[in-house]
């Protein structure tokens, strides 16, 4: 899919045949239009009218038609704000994104946000924002399934109807690796980090990866420095998972972690640059644990499942 500007002719009118493209997907659209109330007649909607109302859209500082097509077809539109008339109000919006009706529920409108979504992360912005109607569930579901959250109710700003504001954050990819060390009795080595999204949890030594640094370079690397630990190697792959949280310095991040396995001494971490290690990175301590112990665990874990992961590595049985 690609995702293009509306193309507009020298006196910003729209070409006659993306025009036409335009009406049969504003006239495709019965339902809504007949929620919105944007048109006088959803069931004769016409070129000059889906004209009008672009220009419009477009009129408005830091406003850009978004046109989405799929092997040439034009298969949806989005229309965007880069800032908000309300100067209290930080976040890029959508004003409107809508798909072919003939192919909805195969995957294009999730498509679409998310491109939307990489085009302002792009752009150094951190949240993203929009507006669905109270009379408009299908659109409510649709959004809050991609992790966007109601923020506010309040009445839109063209036609005073009842919205629910919602928001999400603009999540940057991060890449990261840890090392799972585990005792001559299968303890693994776990520390506890308090994070401003997620809160308390435990996790294996790791982090962030440096720009070209492989996963195990990476995962050594964290090791050492949230450790002290010099003599160990990576072993094998335990997993890869993914999940959000809040780095420090980072904000918002969906990171896509490396995991692996290793087996060492059971001794607690030294080294003179420990504890402003774990300062910066708010270790609050450190643990070995069981795997009756991780099972019972009542603490958050990275990830949730480590216990039976651990467990099927090995063919660990016990206590």
């Known amino acids: 899919m690609i995702l293009a ?39 004769d909607v016409r070129p000059e009218q889906v004209a009008a109302a672009l220009a419009d859209d477009l009129a408005d500082p830091g406003a850009e038609v978004l046109l ?12 965007t704000l880069a800032h908000h008339p309300d100067p209290a109000d930080p976040d ?39 507006a669905v109607l109270d009379t408009n569930p299908k659109g409510l579901a649709f959004w809050t399934a991609l992790g966007y959250e109601v923020i506010d109710h309040r009445d839109d700003r063209d036609l005073g109807r009842p919205c629910a504001v919602l928001r999400k954050p603009l999540r940057t990819p991060r890449r990261a690796a840890r090392v799972a060390v585990l ?12 994070n401003v999204e997620v ?30 630990w010099t003599d160990l190697t990576a072993g094998p792959l335990l997993c890869t998972w993914e999940h959000d949280f809040t780095h420090a310095s980072a904000g918002p991040v969906h990171q896509h972690e490396h995991i692996y396995v290793t087996h060492g001494p059971r001794r607690e971490p030294t080294g003179p640059h420990l504890a402003a290690v774990h300062a910066e990175d708010l270790i609050l301590t450190w643990r070995w644990w069981t795997r009756k112990d991780l099972r019972e665990a009542s603490e958050a874990m990275w990830p949730p499942d480590l216990a039976r992961r651990l467990d099927a590595f090995d063919g660990f049985d016990g206590d």
């Open 183 to 194: 005792d001559p009795e299968g303890a693994v080595f776990l520390l506890r980090y308090d």
């Open 68 to 79: 989405a097509r799929s092997e040439g077809r034009l298969v949806g539109i989005v229309i």
């Open 92 to 130: 890029p919006w959508i004003g409107l994104l809508m798909v072919d009706t003939g192919l909805q529920r195969q995957g294009y409108g999730r498509r679409l946000a998310s491109l939307v979504e990489d085009r302002f992360r792009a752009a150094g912005r951190s949240a993203l924002r929009l």
């Open 5 to 43: 500007p509306v193309p507009l002719t020298p006196d910003r009118d729209i070409p006659a045949p993306v025009l036409t493209e335009l009406t049969a997907l504003y006239a495709a659209n019965r339902e809504f239009h007949a929620l919105s109330g944007e048109f006088p007649d959803p069931d």
């Open 199 to 228: 809160g308390i949890h435990w996790a294996m030594p790791g982090g962030g990866l440096d720009p070209d640094e492989s996963p195990v370079e990476g995962a050594l690397r964290e090791l050492r420095e949230e450790t002290g």
